[in-house]
């Protein structure tokens, strides 16, 4: 059993469309989160949910709409997609941590090209 | 605006050789964790350090937290092909409220040639 899972694994769509990734965790963490990696590697930190509610909202444009309708899953949806928005997006989750940090799962990406 | 810079960006080595990451930063992190991402995958979380001065091993990987707990460092012994990857270091922020996130360095590609 995939503990982190993100479908689909691969999204190729025009300028403009709008797209969804769905991501589902079965370890009962209670923290989910949206990540773009970009071409340089870089892991960017988009949304993160805690218990359905939204916790970090990183200066994301509002054609980003994430939405948790339970603690296992976190949905993000694309709309009006612009060449920029190219980029693996990895969906991840943890245990709430009061201490140190929390140990991210991640799942496989989400590979997104905008033509 | 906490940042975490890692050096080097890039290593190419061959197998058998020793070598050193780090990870720096300004900011004190209440805990500092790496990852190591395959191609194609998710970063996987390698070690997680929380105590200034801390030291873990793993196998053939030595992870140390500095003592004032800004900077990080990953050392390999006797590199080996299957340590291909991107290495991530990334710093615990815990803000005020709810406010918890991970810092990221932009992170080590390393390459141990056969």
């Known amino acids: 059993d995939t503990a982190v899972s993100q479908t689909p694994k691969y999204l190729v769509t025009q300028m403009g469309n709008d797209k969804s990734i769905k991501c589902e965790q079965n370890?009962?963490?209670?923290?989910m989160y949206w990540y773009k990696q970009d071409s340089k590697k870089f892991l960017k930190i988009m949304f993160s949910?805690?218990?359905?509610?939204?916790?970090i909202n990183e200066t994301v444009p509002n054609r980003f709409s994430p939405k948790s309708p339970d603690k296992a899953h976190l949905n993000l949806h694309i709309n009006s997609l612009e060449l920029g928005d190219s980029a693996v997006y990895f969906c991840?989750?943890?245990?709430?941590?009061?201490?140190?940090?929390?140990?991210?799962?991640f799942g496989e990406g989400s590979r997104l090209t905008v033509l | 605006t906490q940042l975490l810079e890692q050096s080097p960006q890039f290593l190419s080595i061959q197998e058998g050789e020793n070598l050193t990451v780090y990870c720096n930063s300004s900011?004190?992190?209440?805990?500092l964790q790496w990852y190591r991402q395959e191609p194609g995958e998710g970063p996987v979380l390698l070690v997680t350090?929380?105590?200034g001065g801390e030291v873990k091993k793993l196998k053939r990987l030595t992870f140390q937290f500095g003592d004032a707990r800004k900077d990080s460092s990953l050392h390999i012994t006797a590199a080996q092909p299957g340590d291909t990857g991107l290495y991530l270091c990334?710093?615990?922020?815990?803000?005020?409220?709810?406010?918890?996130?991970?810092?990221w360095g932009l992170g080590t590609s390393l390459a141990v040639n056969p």
């Open positions: 990334a710093g615990g922020a815990l803000g005020g409220g709810n406010n918890r996130k991970l810092i």
């Open positions: 900011s004190v992190f209440s805990s």
């Open positions: 350090v929380v105590t």
């Open positions: 370890l009962g963490h209670d923290t």
């Open positions: 949910y805690n218990n359905k509610e939204l916790i």
């Open positions: 991840a989750s943890s245990q709430w941590w009061t201490s140190g940090a929390g140990e991210l799962f």
